[in-house]
């Protein structure tokens, strides 16, 4: 089967098993067993593409992309992605943003990643501020293997530990950074969550948790979509100054971030 052919069997079923972006998906596919990017399969429409039908079948069953392709950028950073741990989403970016933001003028910052997950923020905030030094902590065992194998791989140090978010945030730092699971349940989501870790995504009330035990100069959370004003509500309500609420780029309230006097 030409790549050109593959493309057309691709999108049409995964239209067919519900996937959003069928045609997106079915570029990522093919471009990866061919050994290219999305753009530059352009060229190479008539080559002969072998070893899809796996993956493809894996993508009908509405397992992540990111967990198919095994690999997904997040900021500059390609991460190894799979079931152990959470798939790094755009909108996390803009939490990296505000971080970065918050701990520019202090000289070498003490950053602590709460969930590291996959070690996306944790992994990079120490790309982009070299001197920080960046501890990642999550409960899932399973999750900081694979972000101690990205660390590795991308070949930046950050202290991981196992243990409970709260506990080590407050041991006091320069900023707290996390995206915590907010998902009140997992009825009516997209079949792609049931293939990520309910402990990455499961949990109500962990950024007031987290607020409460911080010791840290500054705050900065991600929060699920509607979730920014109470948030906000939640650090002013316990004495947080400065409590600034970020948009994605997608212009949803996403990153909620406060100062302690
Ligand atoms: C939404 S995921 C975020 C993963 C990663 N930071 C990212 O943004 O892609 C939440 C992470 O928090 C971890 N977690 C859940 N409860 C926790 C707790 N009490 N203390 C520390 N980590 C926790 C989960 O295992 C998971 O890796």
Known sequence: MTAREALAESERRLAAAGVETPRVDAEWLVAHVLGTTRSGLAARLDDEVAGLEQL????????????????????????????????????????????????DGIERPRILDVG???????????????????????????????????????????????????????EGWDVVVANPPYVDDLEDVQPELGWEPEVALLGSGEHERLARAARAQFVVFEVGDG????VAAVLERLGYAEVTITADLTGRARVVEGRLP
């Open 56 to 103: 493809l079948a894996r993508r009908e069953a509405r397992e992540p992309l990111a967990y198919v392709l095994g690999e997904w950028d997040f900021r500059r950073l390609p991460l190894k992605t799979d079931a152990r741990a959470l798939v790094p989403r755009p909108e996390t970016e803009t939490l990296v943003e505000r971080a970065l933001a918050l701990a």
């Open 116 to 170: 590291v997950g996959s070690g996306a923020i944790a992994l990079a905030l120490k790309d982009e501020r070299s001197d920080a030094q960046v501890t990642g902590v999550d409960v899932s065992a399973d999750a900081l293997a694979l972000a101690a194998e990205n660390a590795d791989r991308l070949g930046l140090t950050v202290e991981l530990r196992h243990g409970d978010g709260a506990a080590a945030a407050a």
């Open 227 to 230: 979730q920014a004003d109470q």
